[in-house]
């Protein structure tokens, strides 16, 4: 244990933070989670503080130093990645200037983005910012904070993601990497800069957004400070590490062309690599923790409407479980498992948190055709086939553009689900495979580690000998019949509810 050499990956999701040791071989050594909540004070609001994922940054590495029995001196390198686009104002001293910033899956931007509609033709700025504009973005997060709390936007020295405020409470350094600069609506997919005109459209000042570095290069050394706060040792090297949704791709071998993700988790996602952006209205596209491209469409609250289902509708499940001592999510898929595909007819259009754009940022949770024959366990089969049919739909969009899919790679906790994997191969048509990595997000983080310190040459060649296939689901040549007639009802259902979720949301607008 004393010569041996480990690398830390930190993952910041949007239901808590995972963290694991891994020697340089990719062998997960000691994982643990600490779960914080998701705090929604109002229709389309999602934030949280950012002092909830330092504190369970800290928790989760003393408890693995306990746990694994290694030095900190062996640790040599740190990896963080964390959930995309959360919008965090701090001071030039290192002040936190709020306790309730904009997560990923906020939508309180929309009017903000509906003005940068009106000064320009979005598809135009398409060319230069790789997507359509969306309140995910974080530029459109900062216009926010600029005209609803004006105070906190002039005190703002920089705006961080999740995993730059972790890094910086770790180095005392100010960073953004590409992924995450890739999601401001501020980045320039041509230069790989900041850009000027955007900025100038957006109203903000680009002096408030870090330095963007590679992903794998080490942007600061663990502070004496920081040391004493988590176990670590002073001066382990720290890189600027990337999105959650770029780790967890890059966990799941999505390093070259051809191949696609499936990913199950607080959000569910479709992605796939390529050398340049996809340029359509219909996907988005942000840069790879290496270099290349990532086009992807996502169902944003796809994981949360299944947390949802376990804590309000699965209650029995959940005490089986607990009996069991197994995962309530066990229980469910068991339960699904047992009702025949398409859940006797019961369609769920799942969007607890509504849609990015081009979809509805209006769009709510549906379940179409529910008879009183349909118990919790065809609601439960509806989620994940509801799920599967917006990834089919992105898939297929994919596909029109000249992706040519052979087979989906699934990572995400979701992925855990046999019953899930086979619906998603019915959907699609296509084989769906599951990976000996699950929770692919701190492997990447590793990894980028381990390249910023010079352990891997090659991430892509490195991920390669991590990353094997172990079960590929086949798909039923009948299910997949009898779900394509399904998906051409889910997709005229889309159309058809489309503005009554405008007409739903006006009647409950918030008053200012």
């Known amino acids: ?47 949280q503080d950012p002092d909830w994922w330092w504190n369970a940054v800290v928790k989760n590495i003393r408890s693995l130093l306990k746990s694994s029995n290694i030095l900190p001196d062996n640790i040599v390198g740190i990896g963080i990645c964390g959930q995309m686009h959360a919008t965090v104002p701090i001071s030039r001293d290192g002040e936190l200037l709020s306790r309730s910033v904009l997560l990923w899956c906020d939508k309180r931007s929309a009017p903000q983005c509906e003005k940068i509609r009106k000064k320009v033709d979005e598809k135009e ?40 405020y972790v890094i910086y409470k770790l180095t005392n350094k100010f960073s953004i990497d ?40 080490v942007v600061g050394e663990v502070t004496e400070e920081a040391a004493k706060i988590t176990g670590l040792k002073p001066g382990t090297p720290v890189v600027a590490g990337a999105g959650d949704f770029m780790c967890t791709l890059m966990g ?11 990913i199950a988790g607080t959000a569910c996602i479709v992605a796939t690599y390529t050398k340049e952006p996809i340029i359509t209205p219909k996907l988005m596209n942000l840069h790879h923790a290496i270099p290349g491209w990532i086009p992807f469409g996502i169902t944003e609250g796809g994981g949360e409407l299944l947390r949802w289902f376990r804590n ?29 595909p ?48 917006v990834h089919r739909e992105i898939a297929d969009t994919m596909e029109e553009h000249g992706v040519k899919i052979e087979m989906f790679r699934a990572i995400g906790g979701g992925s855990k689900s046999k019953i899930w ?32 310190i010079g352990i891997f040459k090659d991430p892509v060649k490195t991920i390669d000998e991590f990353v094997k296939i172990v079960e590929i689901a086949q798909p039923n040549k ?35």
């Not at 007639?485 to 979720?501: A, C, D, G, P």
Request: one cysteine or more; hydrophobic letters at 40%; proline letters at 5%.
């Open 1 to 47: 244990m004393h010569n041996e050499q480990y690398l830390l990956g930190i993952d910041i999701g949007t239901q808590g933070c995972k963290s694991g040791i891994f020697d340089i071989n990719g062998n997960l050594i000691s994982s643990v989670y600490t779960e914080y909540k998701l705090v929604t004070p109002r229709p389309g609001w999602a934030e």
């Open 478 to 512: 009948e299910n997949h019949e009898l779900y394509n007639k399904l998906y051409q009802v889910y997709r005229k259902f889309r159309k058809t509810f489309w503005s009554l979720f405008d007409e739903l949301a006006e009647i409950y607008k918030v008053k200012e």
């Open 342 to 389: 398409g859940a006797g007819g019961l369609i769920t259009y799942p969007y607890p948190l509504g849609e990015r754009p081009p979809g509805n940022v209006n769009s709510r949770v549906v379940l179409f055709g529910l008879l009183l024959s349909h118990g919790r366990a065809h609601i439960a089969r509806s989620i994940l086939e509801g799920i599967a049919f």
């Open 125 to 164: 700025l398409i060319k230069i910012t790789g997507n359509l504009v969306s309140p995910s973005w974080i530029g459109p997060h900062i216009m926010w904070v600029k005209e609803n709390t004006p105070n906190i936007y002039e005190k703002a020295y920089k705006f961080l993601t999740s995993e730059g």
């Open 312 to 340: 309000n509708i699965a209650i029995p499940e959940v005490q089986e479980a607990k009996k069991r001592g197994v995962s309530p999510y066990q229980v469910i898929d068991e339960k699904a498992a047992e009702v025949e």
């Open 421 to 452: 994997r086979q619906i998603k191969a019915d959907v699609y048509g296509k084989p769906v495979a599951l990976l000996n990595v699950t929770e692919g997000g701190i492997l990447g983080a590793a990894v980028l580690a381990g390249v910023g």
């Open 252 to 262: 799941a071998g999505i390093v070259t062309e051809g191949r696609a993700a499936d």
């Open 178 to 217: 590409w992924s995450e600069a890739s999601g401001t609506y501020l980045f320039d997919i041509r230069k790989k800069t900041w850009s000027e005109e955007l900025a100038q459209i957006l109203g903000i000042d680009l002096d408030k957004l870090p330095d963007i570095y590679p992903s794998y290069e």
